[in-house]
């Protein structure tokens, strides 16, 4: 009988949504799979990312092999800048997840110190005791694989995020087939994505946009601005065909949107025929009903280059009466309040706002299988465990129901962050606990231009003590109602209280009503502003709070 | 040639949701519909509600001849305390409405000084230049009434909220021939409820949720919980029906829900035989398959009974393995996360949730018109100029343009707060400019109890100082990572900073590991301690921003 077992330790992401993490370890060997980040709730004063815990891999350094990546989304590979500083292993991933990861070292200035090794579909390979076969699937990304882990105690599968297009529009289609093989040959445990758990039925393909999009680009007489995640090439593969097609001519404004398109053109997954993209500047010189903005935004970030162009404040995009605006996106929770904001000031300016209301026709499909995808795969993959992950607890739990109605598992195991749970032929069972949670990290500056490439968690921040900015606002009449106050703590030397209500005045007073009622921006400002001020007079990184006080 | 003109000139609700509030003005006499509140952005620290701006009315103190209200919904009567201390006008609403309104002026020791006057539909009365007909509609409350006011231009329809319920549990129908003989007589303006302008076709009536909560019912095999909005009478209704059905006893769980069945009950919006009632104490008297829980929460507030039940500190309601939870409710937008941490808790007891998302068969419908409900009602009317009311702006324009499709009317104009829209026989057209927006309420405590029955706007509580308690917790262990800072200013005399750190320290000791996870629960708690505290030593009530900050 086996007494040995496989140990698998979610990080992050299991029991909440995004900083995706998973540790594998069989002995003295240990492999990651994803290193995401999350976007902080608003009740986070003062944190740009939230990352996990990685204290488990830390105190385990010598083990650590390797951190695989399924694809190249931020909540699977935005903590990496993070978790390489305390890890100098090497990193596999796909071409164009790499392509992603290559930007985000080099922006952090670590891209000479780590490996980066390139894995591809059907090709395996063999790390300590495992070998990992990646799978394609496919997702709202391109490059996108599952993993299949081959250990001594049985294959174990990593879906990754994924759903099942059967026509993707790069052709390059889920590989039904390995799966099966794998399934057919017997298959220890699945780990599979529960993002959509509660949609029924199938997701539709991501070509299913297009009739709606070309349908709208027709009836369009004026500009047209086009905004997507910045990382769903396929949508803007499908927003730069139809722009041919109708005759406009295509600006990319936004730093996201710049370096996406241009990764994905690198690579072959754009293909854009020459004279198609133009300059900025060049804007005006077509006329309106020739024009296409590819623009980042979609979520309302109050820095974004929509939500500049909706107060009227972007250098380039201008948003007149009769353009429309396609937000060809989805609400992520959360992000409700700025999204509206953000339409509101459209509607104010008299465009076409098309959003994915479900009364607009598709302009949106989700990258994640709904619950008859899920079942399809499990029911090829035919596991002895079913381990659901990516989601909060409710999806986890959902997601393990769904798996044994199948009939097609041994059975199902519902594990969160910081669970270990061992595995082998005879058993499968939770035993104790690793450290796991959040880290908040303050990554320098979230406005377009990177000025700062420290990054430090929140702990070690409130070291350099605490900055509160309390800022008292008339939102009806714009005007600053009281001089602000800032509060140092954990400083020695010198006051400068002073001097930073001042630098925090002056900022204020440089913003146009329209941003003044945005507090979201005016909070974003404010810390920058005050960031640089104190970096720059005591060298110190404090952790920096503005307090909007609407009176 | 007519040259007087009737003025109408919204101060709240129109460019946002909620606080709706409108003034309707001929020569010196103005009347008000509604007086409204809406609930604070959680950026807007230390803030309870959210009221419109009535300078103007104020301003205009002798001619405002009374508030008429269309029903009793929070955003349409909850800002009637604030806007009764400025003005000591007559109310005017149905029967119910004002049993609500009569809890509410008791609950601010105003009971005595306002003149609550009962009006009913098709009962006309004259105030002034105005002569008033109430039209009965429906919606999710009951009693809730359209206005048609006779004015010296003609007649002018405000909706109030509405639904055209062809069924409603009460027997009382929308009086849609009411609204056809003023479409004939001729109506000059009609403003209508904009709030579901983006859903397509018709809203189900209130009925439609029965049989899937029959079901429902029927499948749970131990205690089941029912939570609505307390004002539901109409679900409330259903649900107890379905409880004595069923064989289950009924305990009424949280204040606002058992305020509310009273009402209804006493009302005769309920018939309720005896027995079927128990006290919370008595739930252990009977087997779970025996009970139903009516409980309060729906939106994920932090204090409310069935947040405090899902993470186990509610005195008589005990969430166990098996137990069905109903949210009966929609999500509100911006309360996404709170409601999925309630329901992730619940998971966490292994309930079984039923919640309205849009897989698990209809247990919810909205109180609100679809599009085809908004044309029907403007054909009947048929009005010269069409006014969208009770919306953000995207959905006023929205709502313009469905009007303008119906071919049914003169025009559609779009007005929002502040906006003087003048109108007679000839014309309607905007003219100015008055003051509106919104202040900001401290009103006590949200607690349960209440405490403290002042209310003071923002502007008035600043004077008065402002404390900031920064608090450090550590999600993941629950520790408190520091002592926590609290920072006064605007404090004459002695300096109680240190018995105020000790305060929040002891706060914060009393609170269990799950309530320090969430930090709506910890934010409000540390208030209400740090503001009897600072209370009962300097007597004054300054503002207080507790400021979480995770490390």
New interface residues.
Partial sequence: MQTKTLKIIPLGGL?EFGMNCLAIRWEDDILVIDAGLMFP?????G?DVVVP?ISYLVENKAHVRGILLTHGHEDHIGGLPWVLQELKVPVYGTEFTLAYVEGKLEEHKMLDEIDLIEIQPKKKFTIGPFTIEPIRVTHSLVDCVALAIDTPVGVIIHTGDFKIDLSPPDGKPFDLHTFAEYGKRGVLALLQDSTNV???GYTPSEWAVKPRLDELFSRTQKKLFFSCFSSSIYRIRIALELARTHGRKVAVIGRSMNESTEIAQDLGYLDIPPGLIINPGQLRDFPPEKLMLLISGTQGEPMSALSRAAVDTHKHAKIEPGDTVILSSRII??N??SI?RV??H???RDAN?ICD?G?SGLIHVSGHGSREEMRLLINLVRPEYFIPVHG???YL?QHAQVAEETGAIGGAIVIEDGDVLEVNQQQARKNGKV????V?IDSGSTIDVVEDLVIKD??TL?EDG?V?A?L?LN??SGLVE?LP?V?M?GFGGSDITEPAREVVMRCLDSLSPEEKAD?GVVKEKVRVELKRFIQKSTGRRP?I?P?????
Wanted: proline share 2%; aromatic share 8%; hydrophobic share 35%.
């Fill in positions: 029991g709730e608003t009740e986070l004063l944190v815990d509660e949609r029924h929770p959360g409700e309040k509206f339409i509101d459209l509607y104010r706002v209301d009364s909060d607890y409710r739990r450290t796991a949670g959040r908040l929140r702990r409130s605490i509160l309390v008292a939102k009806k009281r106050e509060v703590r507090y952790m709070m307090v909007v006080m609407e009176i």
